[in-house]
């Protein structure tokens, strides 16, 4: 049922409404609609479906039409573009309770807060007690308000990129006390945010295990402590982290269960029944005998299929591919030469080319871009001609000192309002790539700018095609499957940039892309050498959207380089 989903929605827009001082009649009607809406115990979609939207008291033309829209596209264009109008962590603030949309515009108005921790320190400030309808008592709520939400929110989904070095860093220290340890769950799947963290492992001494476990330094709380799962809250992002001691014998059993996902094990439960077989944590049983459960490998194979990696356990015809012996090589995370997307002190990046330089050795590539922005783009230090030819000529100098690496004179050139480049073509001829990317207009005809894009012969790569950001914001009003037939067409390659609030294309998109035979790069869009650490994010993307090797610009010997511009 959709029923809560729009109803938030419709708050939603009711927030923003009574945030910009709109009609107090046109404010409550979303109101009363969303309030209904989540009371009724009908679906909302069948509702629709038999017409009877109308039943629902309070509805109007305007909002039943919004719900048709929700119903048929996943979103409200009108939400989206009311938006667009307020600052971007609004529908985050929203969530704080006592915090109405009015005294956030009231707070908003007299210092400028953006995130919630300008919100925190103001609530702190004298003035802030003396703004009409502030004063003490309400100051407090507020504060409980935050603590609240803060809390509540550590226990809903985190970005794969901010859970991923917690956990490493949990599982090389447990490793000394355990034989087998692994992270499972959605963490295991390298999906782009994930729930609970879960850790499985074997030991030959339980309580050394839990010991260690719950004295972990970076630990904030123990929650429970038992022989065979206990679990810690870690003052890294108040992360809550279970550990499961499992029995070796049924250690692979386990791992499949706990690693997921679940329409991935239900299909996997109905293989088995159908050969008389019964599936579990545990192992696999033929009646009371375990013919399975060491391995992951030995489950698979009593099904008849090669181990399954776990980024493509969602089932979207993974289990079939399996069966038909006909699962894709997908890349792997040492397959990367090198990075496309990295950003230097040139333009708003801290690191030097040299520094950079010296990481990507260390990370062991043979290549990278260095992809400063553009002249329009001031805010991000975007350089004029004269810079960016000064910038390649320090490459110059840098390249004779590492002759062991490719440094590939690029930039990341804006896609300006009419679709043209923000430098003139005899510029990005000068360049080795070019990365055109959309930094402004996000709903103003991008599907038009970036096919005309794309029709500039020196555009090589599209960088983060749909504009989202996983945390806040839903990206541009982009016509995805329309870019990458043009992307096809015209041979210009997209990207996968891995930063991990992007991710972008997701993997759903970039499986698209790849049935269309469209060239992926990926590119950290690195502002310091620690974010180019975040390839690995950008690879479990590309696996869990079955992408080979041959499709990705990242896996080419330079000299090769199969961009745009050498075909
Ligand atoms: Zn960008
Ligand atoms: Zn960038």
Known sequence: MKNSEIAD?????????????????KINAYRKVARRIREIPEDIEQLYQSGQLSKIPGIGKNIAEHIEEYLKTGSISKYRELLSRVPSTFVEMMKIPNLGPKTLKLLYEHFKIQTIEDLKNVLEKPEAINLPGMGEKKIQNIKNGIQLYLTKRTHQRISLGIALPVVDEIVKYMKQVCKDISPCGSLRRMKETIGDIDILCTADNKDKVVKRFISYPGVQSIIAEGETKSSIIVKDHMLQIDLRVVEPE????????????KEHNIKLRTIAKEKGLKISEYGVFKGEDRIAGKSEEEIYKIFGMPLI??????????????????????IKYDDVKGDFHIHTNYSDGI???????KKAIEMGYQFIGLCDHSQTSKFAGGLNVERLRERNKEIDRIA?????????????????????????????????????SIHQGFKKNVTERMIKAMENRYVDIIGH????????REGYEVDIDKVIEYAAKTGTALEINAYYDRLDLNDVNAMKAKEKNVMIAIGTDAHNIKMMEYMTLGVAVARRAWLEKSRLLNCYDWKKMPVKRNK
Request: aromatic share 8%; net charge negative; hydrophobic share 40%.
């Open 9 to 25: 929605v419709l708050d939603g827009i009711a927030d923003v409404l009574e945030f910009e001082g709109d009609n107090v009649f």
């Open 400 to 436: 004779r000192k590492y002759p062991q690496i490719k440094i590939f004179k690029a930039a990341e050139v804006d896609i300006l309002g009419n679709g043209e480049m923000d430098y003139p073509d005899e510029i990005l001829a000068e360049l080795d790539f070019v990365i055109g």
């Open 250 to 261: 049924s250690y692979g059993a386990a791992l499949q269960y706990f690693t997921g996902s």
């Open 465 to 472: 095609p749909t504009g989202r950001l996983i945390s806040s």
């Open 351 to 357: 690191s030097t080319i040299e520094e950079i330089v």
């Open 309 to 330: 990696p776990p980024e493509l356990r969602e089932d979207r015809g993974e289990i079939e591919a399996a069966i038909a012996g006909k699962l894709p090589h997908i």
